[in-house]
């Protein structure tokens, strides 16, 4: 996130109960000494699969709930491939709806579902080149991300935004670190003015190195990240972070849905590859 709107990361002050069982038993940081950089082990999902199948439950895990009130977002996630699910044709398929899903919300009745996933316990990875092939959503309160984190305590575990848009503003992606001292809307990133996102595929990347962050889109670098932009603040990004994939629906960031706003939406998913 940019430093210009209230991040979407603060949401994370609360992680479900499940969540925080899984990080504190696979991502613990170790201390404040930096580990040494070793090969990276990398992960890749292609999301093949029989349609309607939820995505591979050895790399994710499904969040659900209304991730407790956090950002004002509207939806609640569910599990499995409810909001989720293999489109039989190589992706994955994260849908929002407008729907009752029976359960309440910050704000009463849940009015939208939706899904998020991690790798939280399941996999994790300090530097490497993360990379995902995703086509957005659009209009008015939709908020796809592809980001990660370093553990359960946000934002001194840190937090690296490999992209995030909102819909609203179909040809703009961010790309955002949160550490300690510098979150929420003091996040540290850039904006990527490019086509509408929502109209195909395109890849969104970061290559992450000890004390470097690179963003890229479509293979194009626009942004890059190193203690140096910290203005004396810690340096987080040294240990391994897991991978979150969702789409939002409303918050203070994008502003919830209007008249206007179409339903359902999609967050298509081709790849996700860590290298």
């Known amino acids: 996130m940019t430093s210009t709107h209230t991040s979407s990361r603060w949401r994370l002050l609360a992680i479900p109960a499940a969540l925080a069982v899984a990080s504190a038993v696979a991502l613990t940081p170790a201390g404040n000494a930096a580990p040494a950089a070793a090969p990276a082990a990398g992960v890749s999902d292609d999301f093949d699969g029989p349609a309607g199948s939820p995505a591979d439950g050895s790399k994710w ?84 991300a592809f980001w990660m984190l370093g553990g359960g305590q946000w934002p001194d575990d840190g937090e690296i935004d490999v992209m995030e848009n909102i819909g609203k503003e179909p040809n703009t992606v961010h790309g955002t670190i949160h550490g300690p001292g510098y979150s929420g809307a003091g996040g540290i990133g850039a904006a990527f003015n490019g086509p509408n996102f929502s109209d195909d595929f395109h890849t969104y990347a970061v290559d992450w190195s000890p004390d470097k962050i690179v963003w890229l889109v479509d293979g194009q670098a626009y942004q890059t990240r190193t203690p140096a932009d910290l203005n004396g603040k810690k340096w987080v990004y040294d240990h391994p972070f897991y991978l979150i994939l969702n789409l939002a629906v409303g918050g203070d960031w994008p502003g919830d849905p209007d008249g206007d706003t179409q339903f359902p939406q999609q967050l298509v998913v081709d790849y996700v590859h860590v290298s």
């Open 61 to 144: 895990t499904y969040e659900t709930g209304d991730n407790n009130g956090n950002n004002h977002e509207r939806q609640w996630y569910t599990s499995g491939a409810a909001n989720g699910a293999l489109d039989g044709q190589g992706h994955l398929v994260i849908t929002a709806r407008k729907e009752n899903s029976g359960n309440n919300c910050w704000y009463g009745a849940c009015q939208y579902t939706s899904a998020r996933l991690n790798t939280a316990g399941k996999f994790s990875q300090a530097y490497g080149h993360m990379e995902v092939r995703m086509k957005l959503p659009r209009g008015q309160g939709m908020w796809p």
